[in-house]
């Protein structure tokens, strides 16, 4: 699925990838990083980095946002966007290598990511690209089921 985002769709997107940075748990990095996505069924999901103090089980912004996805059934996607704070990132920041191989679990290789710099709550430059810039040989199984179970 294919898809670029008309920009009411987008600007849904940034902000709530906005409010989920509000919520970042980010005590020892002070990086704030929020994510939103948007699911084929039309609803969005948040995400916000969590960290911990044992640092290596720190969870991105971008994962989090997916496992609550796939926690409430979600297993097909249509675009996610990422956003930095540019007071605390460069402008070019982008999805860690971790969190591509886990979005290329579930999302096309043709899905597009904004990611988007944050100043002052706005949004101030974005950058369009899909998951198969970032992620072109993901290490993938053809044993993915597509459906979440019935409930
Ligand atoms: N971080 C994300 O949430 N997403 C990324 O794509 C890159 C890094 C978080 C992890 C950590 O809490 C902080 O940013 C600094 O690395």
Redesign the pocket.
Known sequence: MSTTLSKAALTDLITAAIRAMSNSY?PY?K?K?GAALLAKSGKIYGGT?I?NASSGL?N???RTALFSAVVAGEREFKALV?VFDDKSFGPL????GA?RQVLAEFCAPDMPIYTVGVTAGKANHIMQKRLKDYIPFPFTMEIKPKKAPKK
Do not use: G
């Open positions: 980010s990095s990086f990083v980095n960290e720190t991105c912004a971008e990422v920041s982008t999805p860690c969190c």
